[in-house]
């Protein structure tokens, strides 16, 4: 296992098109986090899943956004009707859970960098 | 909502210096970490701190939990341009397993 992959690195898009992302975690990971960065400031919680269930979101995600895990293995983020403001670049992280999860700290991949033209 | 500062936000030295970065809020954290990323790629980890007052050491940085767990610090002795980096500070708090992160010490060691 080579640790999170997300695809695609690079997305520039015409305001108002949809765009999907996709992270795959490390496998025996069950948490999956994702994460939207803009220039100069720390990551922001957007959602989580344990398995294929989401279970916690952020006010950030508006109805524009759309997170899936359907098998408790990948996730996609989908963002629709773009907006320039949604230029930023999104992580997504997994963990293992269990007692103490949070001891473990998250693994980040290397992000998906959108631009919003 | 829990807020993490950190400061300072930039941070310009010559290598062999020392430097400190502090991470506070005024929050209480079930645990904090320090992540480091660089250009393009996503936040590595660096440490967990779980224990008031605990402090852990790997190699040239230290990293200190405050005893009440609401602020931490990171200490790098003889900085190296290869410590060069954006220096992230976040915590949790049980039972939601999302992490809050500060703004980031973007740090910039000069040879």
């Known amino acids: 296992d080579t640790g999170v992959s997300q695809n695609p690195r690079h997305k520039i898009t015409k305001r108002g098109q949809n765009v999907t992302f996709r992270c795959d975690p490390i496998?025996?990971?069950?948490?999956l986090y994702w994460y939207r960065q803009t220039l100069g400031q720390g990551p922001e919680f957007l959602t989580y899943?344990?398995?294929?269930?989401?279970?916690?979101k952020s006010r950030l995600l508006s109805d524009r956004f759309s997170a899936e895990r359907p098998k408790g293995s990948f996730s996609t983020l989908e963002i629709q009707r773009t907006e320039q403001g949604d230029s930023a670049m999104y992580l997504c992280?997994?963990?293992?859970?269990?007692?103490?999860?949070?001891?473990?700290?998250?693994?980040f991949g290397s992000g998906t960098r959108l631009t919003v033209v | 909502t829990q807020l993490l500062e950190q400061s300072p936000q930039f941070l310009s030295i010559q290598e062999g210096e020392n430097l400190t970065v502090y991470c506070n809020s005024s929050?209480?954290?079930?645990?904090l970490q320090w992540y480091r990323q660089e250009p393009g790629e996503g936040p590595v980890l660096l440490v967990t701190?779980?224990?008031?007052?605990e402090v852990k050491k790997l190699k040239r940085l230290t990293f200190q939990f405050g005893d009440a767990r609401k602020d931490s610090s990171l200490h790098i002795t003889a900085a190296q341009p290869g410590d060069t980096g954006l220096y992230l500070c976040?915590?949790?708090?049980?039972?939601?397993?999302?992490?809050?992160f500060g703004e980031g010490t973007q740090l910039t060691v000069n040879p």
């Open positions: 992280a997994s963990s293992p859970s269990g007692l103490g999860i949070n001891n473990y700290g998250y693994t």
């Open positions: 899943f344990q398995n294929e269930a989401q279970l916690e």
């Open positions: 929050s209480v954290f079930s645990s």
């Open positions: 976040a915590g949790d708090v049980r039972p939601s397993s999302r992490l809050t």
């Open positions: 496998s025996e990971h069950n948490r």
């Open positions: 701190v779980v224990t008031g007052g």
